[in-house]
């Protein structure tokens, strides 16, 4: 049976640049392929994956760890990794941590990805003193995607939290709303989930410029789910007089929220206005206001950026974005944040309140 070590011989390379060659890498030219691919027909050699992934000292494989697979950010963040990997001919080792910190704690110990991995995308994935030891342990590349912790000598794509709640809640301040209520946070979260502080913050600094002094009663936590944003609602209305405009942390809570004020009997946006963060699948569906983010091109972004320590080549790891996708003008190969922006995008469930 023809071997890798055959084609290199009769092709006179490496075994790990006919790995390179027939995984179609970016890192071989033109007439090296060629002679490669030449070589391989010649002897009928059929390329085992696994195979030519070990002759280079690799595995193909990058691992991305996220919260909860189940929720829209991270699904469609992890959809855009895994097709760009795919298309470079690498694979995708997926770790749901399922909100619990024993997973975290098994999957990030260096015997757990050891070997397995040729780099890391952490999704949101805070970690603890003794996570970056384990991940310094390792060496490896890698990439962190939106809020959580930074790893040092890795790049972050993310976007900026706390501009985008500002610019949800200025939105309803503009609109005439004063009582305006925020759902947020996911205060049983095993994991630390984070990005619910950052739009806490942001929300609140929108209220303190326009001379408003943000209202306890009015900020409830919840899940960061339809049915979190569902309970968290209700609990809302259960506390008094009812809110003229809620601002919702994410997309899902929002359309949670407007489950429970229909259930309640109040109008959206007649009685309430609502607005979210995300641009959800659904929300144009719903006419749901929110502020837009590029969920899907911050994975897209990330998986590029990994590219040049796993071998490939990238001249541009914006391209194929559009110009208000790209963020700041740096080179974003560097380690440090990549902050895509966000847009507001008004939809019907938003409206000035109602004249009393």
Same mark, same amino acid.
């Given at each position: 049976?023809?071997?890798?070590?055959?084609?290199?011989?009769?092709?006179?390379?490496?075994?790990?640049?006919?790995?390179?060659?027939?995984?179609?890498?970016?890192?071989?030219?033109?007439?090296?392929?060629?002679?490669?691919?030449?070589?391989?027909?010649?002897?009928?050699?059929?390329?085992?994956?696994?195979?030519?992934? %070990?002759?280079?000292?690799?595995?193909?494989?990058?691992?991305?760890?996220?919260?909860?697979?189940?929720?829209? &950010? &991270?699904?469609?963040?992890?959809?855009?990794?895994?097709?760009?990997?795919?298309?470079?001919?690498?694979?995708?080792?997926?770790?749901?941590?399922?909100?619990?910190?024993?997973?975290?704690?098994?999957?990030?110990?260096?015997?757990?990805?050891?070997?397995?991995?040729?780099?890391?995308?952490?999704?949101?994935?805070?970690?603890?003193?003794?996570? #970056?030891?384990?991940?310094?342990?390792?060496?490896?590349?890698?990439?962190?995607?939106?809020?959580?912790?930074?790893?040092?000598?890795?790049?972050?794509?993310?976007?900026?939290?706390?501009?985008?709640?500002?610019?949800?809640?200025?939105? #309803?301040?503009?609109?005439?709303?004063?009582?305006?209520?925020?759902?947020?946070?996911?205060?049983?979260?095993?994991?630390? &989930?984070?990005?619910?502080?950052?739009?806490?913050?942001?929300?609140?600094?929108?209220?303190?410029?326009?001379?408003?002094?943000?209202?306890?009663?009015?900020?409830?936590?919840?899940? &960061?789910?339809?049915?979190?944003?569902?309970?968290?609602?209700?609990?809302?209305?259960?506390?008094?007089?009812?809110?003229?405009?809620?601002?919702?942390?994410?997309?899902?809570?929002?359309?949670?929220?407007?489950?429970?004020?229909?259930?309640?009997?109040?109008?959206?946006?007649?009685?309430?206005?609502?607005?979210?963060?995300?641009?959800?699948?659904?929300?144009?569906?719903?006419?749901?206001?929110?502020?837009?983010?590029?969920?899907?091109?911050?994975?897209?972004?990330?998986?590029?950026?990994? #590219?040049?320590?796993?071998?490939?080549?990238?001249?541009?790891?914006?391209?194929? %974005?559009?110009?208000?996708?790209?963020?700041?003008?740096?080179?974003?190969?560097?380690?440090?944040?990549?902050?895509?922006?966000?847009?507001?995008?008004?939809?019907?469930?938003?409206?000035?309140?109602?004249?009393?």
């Amino acid at each position: 049976m023809t071997k890798i070590d055959d084609v290199a011989r009769l092709a006179g390379v490496s075994t790990a640049t006919v790995s390179r060659a027939l995984r179609g890498l970016p890192t071989v030219s033109a007439a090296t392929r060629r002679r490669v691919l030449a070589a391989a027909e010649q002897l009928q050699y059929a390329v085992s994956p696994s195979a030519s992934r %070990l002759a280079g000292g690799k595995t193909g494989t990058v691992a991305v760890v996220v919260p909860r697979i189940t929720r829209w &950010f &991270f699904g469609t963040v992890v959809e855009a990794v895994e097709d760009y990997l795919h298309q470079n001919g690498y694979d995708l080792l997926l770790y749901n941590l399922g909100g619990r910190e024993q997973i975290r704690q098994r999957v990030l110990r260096p015997a757990s990805l050891h070997k397995r991995v040729d780099a890391i995308i952490l999704v949101a994935t805070p970690l603890r003193p003794a996570d #970056l030891t384990a991940l310094t342990k390792l060496a490896l590349p890698g990439v962190t995607i939106s809020s959580g912790s930074g790893v040092p000598g890795w790049p972050c794509v993310r976007i900026d939290d706390v501009a985008a709640a500002r610019t949800a809640t200025r939105h #309803l301040l503009d609109l005439g709303h004063t009582r305006i209520a925020h759902i947020s946070g996911d205060p049983d979260d095993e994991l630390a &989930f984070t990005t619910h502080l950052d739009r806490r913050r942001g929300y609140q600094e929108a209220l303190r410029a326009a001379g408003l002094r943000p209202d306890p009663s009015l900020d409830v936590e919840s899940q &960061f789910t339809v049915d979190g944003g569902t309970r968290a609602t209700a609990e809302l209305l259960a506390r008094g007089e009812p809110p003229t405009a809620i601002f919702a942390a994410c997309d899902e809570m929002a359309m949670g929220a407007m489950t429970a004020l229909r259930d309640a009997g109040l109008r959206v946006p007649q009685d309430v206005s609502v607005i979210g963060i995300d641009d959800h699948d659904l929300s144009g569906v719903l006419g749901l206001s929110t502020i837009a983010q590029p969920a899907a091109e911050q994975g897209l972004l990330a998986a590029r950026l990994l #590219l040049d320590p796993l071998g490939g080549r990238v001249a541009d790891p914006y391209a194929g %974005l559009v110009p208000a996708q790209r963020g700041p003008e740096t080179d974003p190969r560097s380690p440090s944040s990549v902050i895509l922006p966000t847009r507001l995008v008004v939809r019907e469930s938003t409206a000035p309140p109602r004249a009393n």
